[in-house]
């Protein structure tokens, strides 16, 4: 059994991330690229280069389970699950007493409901609108001139941070403007943001319910301000991956060794 | 009535139809292949494709030889056959175009005369037939008449509105009032009242004169016809299911729209005998029915095919729905000896017009019966009376009955608003989990 290692490969809407392990669970590598627009190439990159950091080849990686909006187009990959799942499976395996994932990626937010073995009991999502994700954040700190890592400070300021709607993110990037164009603080401004983002999770967290502990995953887990103002609203302290754009990848690495080991059980046939 | 229109009429019923239906079949001499992961196609649907293109297809020449109302689909519709209107249904024409997937061309139209893109699709799509005459039908006739109740929203009465300022035609509403807890004595004399103080109008705009006994014909005929529907929908309780609902979203037209003629009373019998069949002999609408669904809402009229195919690949099989099933809920309480007042309980009580806590029960009765394996609900941005509560409703049922749930935001006729992919991750993630609860 030395010699078997599992691959999750997840080509998101902004970034594609691979997990490398091996038969154990033990983490070897992991790389997180732009997608780009080209997802099967992303995943291509992607895959060879967390091969070369795990001293590995492509021929010793036994099972690979594709995720993410373009787990289509990964040609290379032996299965396929929704990121939903895998959120699930790679938080639980990070955190084993999750109960909950909140995972705020690109184009989606996700509260995830998973069991004592990381499998999704239930699961509910934004809609069409990219209000609360990542895409948000994007165009909102291009508006502000700010990069992604001013956008994430935890801010202390004093009165109540601009409203800005939670609805639309069009319209909420009109808000700003408006707000910019009244010479309104941009730490104002910033503030709004997180706590628009916080109280989009907010609804849907609300509408599914909380289990366990509680755990972050996605890009936007990076934003410590929103994390601050996130674990306010739910009144608890949630789990933060070291890396959590890559918890996706990392349950689909999961995904590929258990699949591989209940087909051992089953017998050959 | 005039003699012109009358001959033209006959001769297009008589000739007309019949070369149409000809030349249907022509077009039609090549099916479609049937994917694998169907079973085999109903027999019925043939003759359930004739109907409705002939119906739309006489409707050009209707007028000049019956007066022509439009209806909403939840009204009494048996008061107005008593007077020989020949009926329109907007909503199942805009179910058409939805299912063309032209009805963001048709909303835009609308949208561009100042109608708000919040506002139903359907309505959107016949106010913007109703400004530019455009239709896939080919041709639809003016309406005498507009007829709509509230029992299904409080939008028709004002869409309907804006078609009676704009034709400057009579409007009949029916206002039935919503059942927050039971109906009342009150309710139901209302609603009675209201059905009986139509009459006299009914026979002005129709120039025709009221016979109880033909009206209590038509009654019968319309009470007889939602009892086959409904013992249609029960042999779905079948394993594997004769139908899946998405035959049944189409099957529903004539009990909608056809409601109380002859046409549709005998069309239910062919196919509820070939239902019958179908169950007899362990025929199943998918291959191999592995997981068994329900839904919740209007059908997405532009994605069927595409939902039908999706989950039938995942041998997943949809055997009921609180739409389908709408046609057939109520009419139990129909009376021949007690029209007006058995009228009132019918319309009064549909399921769009009854409260959460009812919409709670029947959907946990059919879950249990149907022997459902998980949920699949529409979240609507037409419908507001038939979306709010869902996530209220969705959550009573996935914790007491422990049943995987998914909710898709979508639309029944605006293509627009659908988005493939997010909607596409969303279901493969529902499968993961209905696939994880019953193997454990």
Same mark, same amino acid.
């Given at each position: 059994?030395?010699?078997?290692?599992?691959?999750?490969?997840?080509?998101?809407?902004?970034?594609?991330?691979?997990?490398?392990?091996?038969?154990?669970?033990?983490?070897?590598?992991?790389?997180?690229?732009?997608?780009?627009?080209?997802?099967?190439?992303?995943?291509?990159?992607?895959?060879?280069?967390?091969?070369?950091?795990?001293?590995?080849?492509?021929?010793?990686?036994?099972?690979?389970?594709?995720?993410?909006?373009?787990?289509?187009?990964?040609?290379?990959?032996?299965?396929?699950?929704? #990121?939903?799942?895998? /959120? *699930?499976?790679?938080?639980?395996?990070?955190?084993?007493?999750?109960?909950? =994932?909140?995972? +705020? !990626?690109?184009?989606?937010?996700?509260?995830?409901?998973?069991?004592?073995?990381?499998?999704?009991?239930?699961?509910?999502?934004?809609?069409?609108?990219?209000?609360?994700?990542?895409?948000?954040?994007?165009?909102?700190?291009?508006?502000?001139?700010?990069?992604?890592?001013?956008?994430?400070?935890?801010?202390?300021?004093?009165?109540?941070?601009?409203?800005?709607?939670?609805?639309?993110?069009?319209?909420?990037?009109?808000?700003?403007?408006?707000?910019?164009?009244?010479?309104?603080?941009? #730490?104002?401004?910033? /503030? *709004?943001?997180?706590?628009?983002?916080?109280?989009?999770?907010?609804?849907? =967290?609300?509408? +599914? !319910?909380?289990?366990?502990?509680?755990?972050?995953?996605?890009?936007?887990?990076?934003?410590?301000?929103?994390?601050?103002?996130?674990?306010?609203?739910?009144?608890?302290?949630?789990?933060?991956?070291?890396?959590?754009?890559?918890?996706?990848?990392?349950?689909?690495?999961?995904?590929?060794?258990?699949?591989?080991?209940?087909?051992?059980?089953?017998?050959?046939? | 009535?005039?003699?012109?229109?009358?001959?033209?009429?006959?001769?297009?019923?008589?000739?007309?139809?019949?070369?149409?239906?000809?030349?249907?079949?022509?077009?039609?001499?090549?099916?479609?292949?049937?994917?694998?992961?169907?079973?085999?196609?109903?027999?019925?649907?043939?003759?359930?494709?004739?109907?409705?293109?002939?119906?739309?297809?006489?409707?050009?020449?209707?007028?000049?030889?019956?007066?022509?109302?439009?209806?909403?689909?939840?009204?009494?519709?048996?008061?107005?056959?008593?007077?020989?209107?020949?009926?329109?249904?907007?909503?199942?024409?805009?179910?058409?175009?939805?299912?063309?997937?032209?009805?963001?061309?048709?909303?835009?139209?609308?949208?561009?005369?100042?109608?708000?893109?919040?506002?139903?699709?359907?309505?959107?799509?016949?106010?913007?037939?109703?400004?530019?005459?455009?239709?896939?039908?080919?041709?639809?006739?003016?309406?005498?008449?507009?007829?709509?109740?509230?029992?299904?929203?409080?939008?028709?009465?004002?869409?309907?509105?804006?078609?009676?300022?704009?034709?400057?035609?009579?409007?009949?509403?029916?206002?039935?009032?919503?059942?927050?807890?039971?109906?009342?004595?009150?309710?139901?004399?209302?609603?009675?009242?209201?059905?009986?103080?139509?009459?006299?109008?009914?026979?002005?705009?129709?120039?025709?004169?009221?016979?109880?006994?033909?009206?209590?014909?038509?009654?019968?005929?319309?009470?007889?016809?939602?009892?086959?529907?409904?013992?249609?929908?029960?042999?779905?309780?079948?394993?594997?299911?004769?139908?899946?609902?998405?035959?049944?979203?189409?099957?529903?037209?004539?009990?909608?729209?056809?409601?109380?003629?002859?046409?549709?009373?005998?069309?239910?019998?062919?196919?509820?005998?070939?239902?019958?069949?179908?169950?007899?002999?362990?025929?199943?609408?998918?291959?191999?029915?592995?997981?068994?669904?329900?839904?919740?809402?209007?059908?997405?009229?532009?994605?069927?095919?595409?939902?039908?195919?999706?989950?039938?690949?995942?041998?997943?099989?949809?055997?009921?729905?609180?739409?389908?099933?709408?046609?057939?809920?109520?009419?139990?309480?129909?009376?021949?000896?007690?029209?007006?007042?058995?009228?009132?309980?019918?319309?009064?009580?549909?399921?769009?017009?009854?409260?959460?806590?009812?919409?709670?029960?029947?959907?946990?009765?059919?879950?249990?019966?149907?022997?459902?394996?998980?949920?699949?609900?529409?979240?609507?941005?037409?419908?507001?009376?038939?979306?709010?509560?869902?996530?209220?409703?969705?959550?009573?049922?996935?914790?007491?009955?422990?049943?995987?749930?998914?909710?898709?935001?979508?639309?029944?006729?605006?293509?627009?608003?659908?988005?493939?992919?997010?909607?596409?991750?969303?279901?493969?993630?529902?499968?993961?989990?209905?696939?994880?609860?019953?193997?454990?």
């Amino acid at each position: 059994m030395a010699d078997l290692y599992f691959a999750g490969v997840d080509v998101g809407s902004l970034s594609t991330d691979v997990s490398i392990i091996d038969h154990s669970g033990k983490l070897l590598s992991e790389t997180v690229i732009p997608t780009g627009v080209n997802g099967s190439e992303a995943a291509e990159v992607a895959f060879d280069s967390a091969i070369k950091l795990a001293d590995l080849s492509r021929e010793v990686i036994t099972a690979i389970t594709a995720t993410g909006y373009g787990r289509a187009s990964v040609a290379f990959a032996t299965g396929k699950t929704t #990121e939903i799942s895998c /959120h *699930g499976v790679g938080a639980h395996q990070l955190f084993p007493k999750t109960g909950t =994932v909140i995972d +705020i !990626g690109g184009q989606d937010s996700k509260v995830i409901q998973i069991d004592s073995h990381g499998r999704m009991l239930d699961f509910t999502m934004n809609d069409k609108c990219a209000a609360g994700t990542g895409r948000f954040l994007e165009v909102m700190a291009n508006r502000l001139e700010l990069d992604l890592d001013e956008l994430s400070s935890p801010l202390n300021i004093e009165g109540e941070s601009a409203p800005i709607s939670s609805t639309c993110t069009v319209f909420a990037e009109s808000e700003v403007i408006s707000l910019l164009a009244k010479h309104t603080p941009r #730490e104002h401004i910033v /503030h *709004g943001l997180q706590r628009s983002i916080v109280n989009r999770i907010w609804s849907m =967290v609300a509408s +599914i !319910g909380i289990e366990g502990e509680v755990t972050l995953t996605g890009g936007v887990a990076h934003n410590r301000g929103l994390v601050v103002l996130l674990e306010e609203k739910l009144g608890l302290t949630l789990n933060i991956p070291e890396n959590p754009q890559t918890v996706g990848a990392l349950g689909g690495a999961h995904i590929a060794r258990r699949a591989y080991q209940s087909s051992l059980e089953l017998g050959p046939n | 009535m005039s003699i012109r229109a009358e001959i033209k009429y006959k001769i297009m019923k008589d000739y007309g139809a019949p070369a149409l239906m000809a030349l249907q079949d022509f077009k039609r001499r090549k099916p479609r292949p049937i994917p694998e992961a169907f079973g085999p196609p109903l027999d019925s649907n043939k003759r359930l494709k004739e109907i409705l293109s002939r119906h739309y297809f006489l409707s050009r020449y209707a007028r000049g030889v019956n007066k022509v109302a439009w209806v909403t689909s939840g009204a009494p519709v048996e008061l107005l056959r008593a007077f020989d209107f020949y009926t329109i249904y907007p909503e199942n024409h805009s179910a058409l175009v939805g299912a063309k997937k032209q009805g963001a061309d048709y909303c835009s139209i609308a949208e561009g005369s100042g109608f708000s893109q919040d506002l139903c699709s359907y309505a959107r799509i016949d106010l913007g037939h109703m400004l530019s005459g455009k239709t896939p039908a080919g041709k639809l006739p003016k309406p005498d008449l507009l007829f709509c109740s509230n029992n299904i929203c409080q939008t028709v009465l004002y869409w309907y509105k804006a078609i009676a300022h704009e034709l400057n035609i009579p409007l009949i509403h029916f206002d039935a009032p919503f059942v927050t807890t039971e109906q009342t004595e009150a309710d139901i004399n209302y609603m009675a009242q209201q059905l009986q103080d139509m009459i006299p109008i009914l026979e002005r705009v129709s120039g025709r004169v009221f016979y109880l006994d033909v009206f209590e014909n038509i009654l019968k005929r319309s009470m007889e016809t939602s009892r086959t529907w409904g013992a249609i929908l029960d042999a779905m309780k079948a394993q594997p299911a004769p139908m899946t609902i998405f035959d049944a979203f189409g099957h529903l037209a004539p009990i909608v729209s056809l409601r109380g003629l002859p046409v549709a009373q005998d069309y239910y019998h062919i196919l509820m005998e070939e239902v019958d069949t179908r169950v007899t002999q362990g025929i199943g609408a998918i291959s191999d029915e592995r997981y068994r669904l329900i839904w919740d809402n209007i059908a997405i009229w532009y994605k069927v095919r595409f939902l039908a195919t999706f989950f039938a690949e995942r041998k997943m099989n949809f055997v009921t729905a609180t739409y389908t099933n709408a046609w057939a809920e109520t009419t139990g309480y129909l009376n021949v000896k007690d029209p007006w007042n058995s009228m009132a309980k019918t319309y009064g009580q549909i399921i769009l017009n009854n409260n959460l806590k009812h919409r709670l029960e029947l959907m946990k009765k059919m879950i249990k019966t149907y022997s459902v394996d998980g949920m699949v609900m529409h979240s609507t941005r037409s419908c507001k009376p038939y979306s709010v509560g869902q996530f209220d409703l969705r959550k009573a049922i996935t914790t007491d009955l422990d049943l995987p749930a998914v909710i898709l935001d979508a639309d029944i006729a605006d293509e627009r608003v659908w988005s493939e992919q997010q909607i596409h991750t969303r279901l493969e993630a529902f499968c993961e989990t209905l696939e994880g609860s019953k193997h454990g």
